[in-house]
C-alpha cells in the first residue's frame, strides 16, 4: 500500500516556474516506478512524466519536453516535477501516481499501469 501527498501547486503568471512534490508513505519507494498525470477542465486525464525505480530513465509528453523535469528522491520518499516556462495551457489539476516496478528502468505512460493515486493539486497559469 502506498499513499501519495501532492504539494506545490498555485497560481503563477505565463512563463513562471513551480515546482511540485509528491511524498509517498512506505518502506519501498524504490520499487515503484512514479509518474506525473493532469487533467483539465472539461478534458480527459493525460500523461505529463514518468521517472524508473532507480531515476535513470524519464519520459515526457511532448508538450512538456524541455519544459518540465521529473525527479525523485528515493532516500527521502519523494518525487518531484519542477515546471519552467509555464503556459496557460499547462492549467490543470496534477496528480501524482506510483506503479510497482519488476525493472529498474522502465517507465509507463498509461494511467491504467498506475495503482495508486494522490488527491491532486491546481496549477494555474494566467496569461
Known amino acids: 500500500q502506498v499513499q501519495l501527498v501532492e504539494l506545490g501547486g498555485g497560481l503563477v503568471q505565463a512563463g513562471g516556474s513551480l515546482r511540485l512534490s509528491c511524498a509517498a508513505s512506505?518502506?519501498?519507494?524504490?520499487?515503484?516506478?512514479m509518474g506525473w498525470f493532469r487533467q483539465a477542465q472539461g478534458k480527459e486525464r493525460e500523461f505529463v512524466a514518468a521517472i524508473s525505480r532507480s531515476g535513470d530513465s524519464a519520459r515526457y509528453v511532448d508538450s512538456v519536453r524541455g519544459r518540465f523535469t521529473i525527479s525523485r528522491d528515493n532516500e527521502k520518499n519523494m518525487v518531484y516535477l519542477t515546471m519552467n516556462n509555464l503556459e496557460p495551457e499547462d492549467t490543470a489539476v496534477y496528480y501524482c501516481?506510483?506503479?510497482?516496478?519488476?525493472?529498474?528502468?522502465?517507465?509507463?505512460?498509461?494511467?491504467?499501469?498506475?495503482?495508486?493515486w494522490g488527491q491532486g493539486t491546481q496549477v494555474t497559469v494566467s496569461s
Open positions: 512506505g518502506r519501498t519507494f524504490s520499487s515503484y516506478c
Open positions: 501516481a506510483a506503479t510497482w516496478s519488476l525493472y529498474s528502468s522502465i517507465t509507463y505512460d498509461r494511467s491504467s499501469d498506475y495503482r495508486y
